[in-house]
Each structure stands twice: as C-alpha cells, then as structure tokens.
C-alpha cells in the first residue's frame, strides 16, 4: 500500500496508513521555526518547500523537560528537542473524503510542558469514526508567554491562532469541513480554548469548543506577570528582552525557567510576583495568559460571561477528584490532619464555613480526603459550573463528571485521568493512570459523545442550566444522567467565596 500524499498550501506532505486503516500525517511544520531572538517573535506561517515533506514520524516538541519524580510515574511525557517544534500532526479517514468534522486538540501541561506525540493523545480512534483529529504544538513556559518591551505577548496563544488559521485552509485537503472545527483542550489546553472564546481574533476559527478541566480564569496583568520574565532573566544574567534572552541556549533558558517555577512554589508572595500571577496560577503555575488589551482584553471567565462566543456550543466538565493527581501523587494528603485541615486550605483562601460544610457532608472520611476535594471544587468544578451557568441562554452547553475511580496508587478520578477515555486509547502504554483493567466500555460511550458533538454539537444529553443543572457522569456503572450532582457543595460556594490565596503551596 502507498503512502498517503496531501498537498497543502506549503506542498506535499506523506503521511502513513495506521494499523486501523486511517490515515495520518506527523510533524507538519505550520510556522517558521522559533529559535534564538525569533523563540520570542511572532509566529510566521511556514515557507514553501519543494520536495514532499516526510510526515511518517511526530515532530519536535516545544521546549521543556520531562516530569520530575514522583510525578513521571504518573505523567507521560514527550520531549524531542528541535528547531520545528512549532508543528501539528492530523489523522483522518480518508485524505479523498470531504465534509468530515474536525477537532482541533490543545494539549495540557500547565503551560511549561507537553506535545501533539504523546500516544494518549492518537488521533487514529477519531478519525476510524470519522472525525478529523489536529493536534497541536505550541510555544511553552517563558517563550509562550513572555512579558518583554521588545516582544508581543502571549505568543503562545498567536501560535494556537496561527495553527487554526492554517486548518481553515488545508484541513479541506485532508477530508475535513472547516466551517465544521470543534477546538478541544485539557488542563492547560482547556484553558486555552476558554481564552481563545474570549478573544476577538479567534471569532469564525471554530465552530463549538470542549472544555476538560480547565477554566477561565488564569489570565495575569503583563507587568505582574512580568515578573517571571524578569526573575527567568537575571538567573541568566543577561537583559531581559528578546535580545537578551534569544542568546542564551535553550537548555539555560529551561533550567533557568524551572528554577524561577520552584522558587515560586516556594515563595508564592503577591508582593513578589503580583497579585494577578498568584492568583491566576494559584501560587504553582509560573505562565499564563496575560490581559494585554490587544489579543486578550479580559479575564477569559468574565468575557465569556459578557457573551463572548456565545453563538458557540460548548461541552464542558472535570473529573470527580481532580486535585487527587497531587494530593496523592505528590503525598500532599498525608500531610493534612483534622487539626490543621482549615489552616491548610485557608492557605488558598477557603474561608472556614466552606470547610466546615465539606467536613460535614462528608462523614467518615479523611481530612486529606476533603482537602483534596475542596481543593478540587476551588480550581477546576466551580469555574467550570461558573462558565456554565454565564451561558444560559447562549448556544447550548453540555456538562460532564468523570467519575471511575483508577486504582493505581489509590490516586482515584483525577485529574487527566479521562484521556484515554476521550481518545480511546487504553491500553496504551502511555495510559499509566488508567492501568491495565480500565473498563473499555466506559471509553466506549465516552468516545462516542464527543464524536458526536464534533459531528453535531450534540453529545447526547440534555444541556445545562441554573435549574437543573443537568450533568453526564461517566461512572463504573456506565453513564448517567443526574440533576444537580453535589448542589450543596456549589451553593457553599456562592455563599462563602474565597479570599486570595496567600500561601497555597505550604
């Protein structure tokens, strides 16, 4: 059989056939490479070539490093050093079929790590359904969002724009509809796509969005944010502007940006870093959007909530118990007792009713136990239910919980533990959260409702609003439809809201 060929507007691309049948084409550079003083420069589409581009194999990855112990037990990770990491890779049915939907996939890594190549992430399963599969690579850590007086900003988002640009005109070569695009992002990635609905540049570049545990609401103020830039900078030595910074090696730039992360951790003072970059990264993420007033002019949440993309519909939800990925991955549980359970989450800014409430709804478990679910309410379910509930009355918006519990290392529903699930891919040996005994059904049907969403907008449940707030769970015993799952939980919320945090990482 021959290798698939597809000319796109920068020439021919030669992909492979997979072991489904499908077709996909790897590592397909969009833009210039983005090295030196240009890894701080704006994204530019990439020049014509003449041979046929050889996309057999993933491209390079944007700079980082791999996870640290414990959590690269957890964590795939993919790190491919290389001058093209600014590339995407696309799966499809069939390069001669037209019409098919498409999914553009942001991938998570809290903005300093992952790739389009991790083998989670294969698209072979949605495109056998019929649904073109685009993963992305983008600008990562200090490079992705730089605050400089020689650079644009938010670089990282100008790579997502650009890499959507570029389906708009080539995924039709592929056998996909680009006025079909359903943009979908987890953790990091979900935080993109929620910052590329708020932003106007992005408007008529897709169609509807899925949101997986990520919110609206880490975007910083650019001289707070700055301050990561700066810190980065002077660990080098050099002046911090693109100039500056574009000299140095790559692999000083990372060591430089982890040790300026940790230092953060450490010592997450809004007097330090500003007030926006703490609580827009909850004192542990170093990068994120910044409020810039050109490409980004808000905070995502609240321009959402103004109506920002509400022609599009929306699938949306978190897993039951996110925060257990560093609670238990991190042992950070084992730390907490009932004696100083409200004293640690009075570190992120719980006011102690909030507290109170989880511990009585909640009897007979652990304080590490409610920690990591208060925790997980405060970061990823209540600034999803918040988006969710801004948009009645906008184009229809789905909600999700994922709850099967992984039995590797007791760590539970956590977060990223759904990915498998959504691509299909269990089994894989990149699935490490899942492990062996993952149920294959519950993949099945979760597969199957964003498929269907790409191809309709529609998952299969009814959508979510301020009365019923109507939620899909996918659950050990196969997916159900409830009402108002936890409601007590997320009144509590509204009641009490959280003071900023003030030292989240101790």
Sequence with gaps: MSAPEVRTSA?????????????????????????????????KPRAAWDDVLDASAHGPTSLQGPYPPPMDALLPSSVSP??????????????????????????????????????????????????????????????????????????ALRDQLLALRWVQVNVAAFGGDPANVTIMGES?????????????????????????????????????????????????????????????????????????????????????????????????????????GDLLPGVPEALIADGASSDVPLLTGTTRQEFNLWAIGLNMAAAVTDDNLAESLGRYGIPPQIVDG???????????EVFSDVITDLLFREPTLRIAQARTGSAPTFVYEFH????????????????PFVFDTLGDASSVLAGPTAPQE????????????????DPGWAAY????????????????????????????????PPAPPQNPAT
């Design 11 to 43: 020439g021919l691309v030669r992909g492979i056939t997979t072991s489904n049948g499908t077709a996909a084409f790897l590592g397909i550079p969009y833009a210039e490479p983005a090295t030196g003083t240009a890894r701080f420069a704006e994204p």
């Design 82 to 155: 290389g001058d093209d990491y600014l590339n995407l890779s696309v799966w499809t049915l069939d390069p001669a079929a037209s019409g098919l939907p498409v999914i553009v996939w942001i991938h998570g890594g809290a903005f300093v790590r992952g790739a389009n190549s991790v083998p989670t992430y294969d698209g072979a399963a949605f495109a056998r359904d019929g649904v073109v599969l685009v993963g992305i690579n983008y600008r990562l850590g200090v490079p992705g969002f730089p605050v400089l007086p020689d650079a644009a900003t938010n670089l």
């Design 188 to 292: 990091a990635g979900g935080m993109s796509v929620a910052t590329l609905m708020a932003m106007p540049a992005a408007k008529g570049l897709f169609k509807q969005a899925i949101i997986e545990s990520g919110g609206g609401v880490s975007a910083g103020l650019p001289d707070e944010l700055g301050s990561i830039t700066r810190a980065v900078a002077e660990k080098l030595g050099v002046d911090a502007t693109a100039e500056g910074l574009g000299a140095v090696s790559a692999d000083d730039l990372l060591a430089a940006q982890n040790a300026v992360s940790l230092d953060l951790v450490l010592d997450p003072r809004p007097e330090r870093w500003g007030a926006s970059t703490i609580r827009g990264g909850f004192g542990i993420m170093p990068v994120f959007p910044a409020v810039d």
């Design 358 to 368: 989880y511990v009585a709804r909640r009897p007979g478990k652990s304080a590490g």
């Design 404 to 419: 099967w519990a992984s039995p590797t290392q007791g760590i539970g529903a956590c977060h990223a533990l759904e990915l």
């Design 442 to 457: 519950i993949a099945t049907a979760m597969h199957a409702a964003w498929v269907a969403f790409a191809k309709s907008g």
């Design 465 to 496: 609003n301020t009365d019923t707030r109507t939620t899909r769970r996918f659950a050990t015993d196969g997916p159900e439809t409830v009402d108002d799952p936890r409601g007590d939980d997320h009144r509590a919320w509204a009641e009490a």
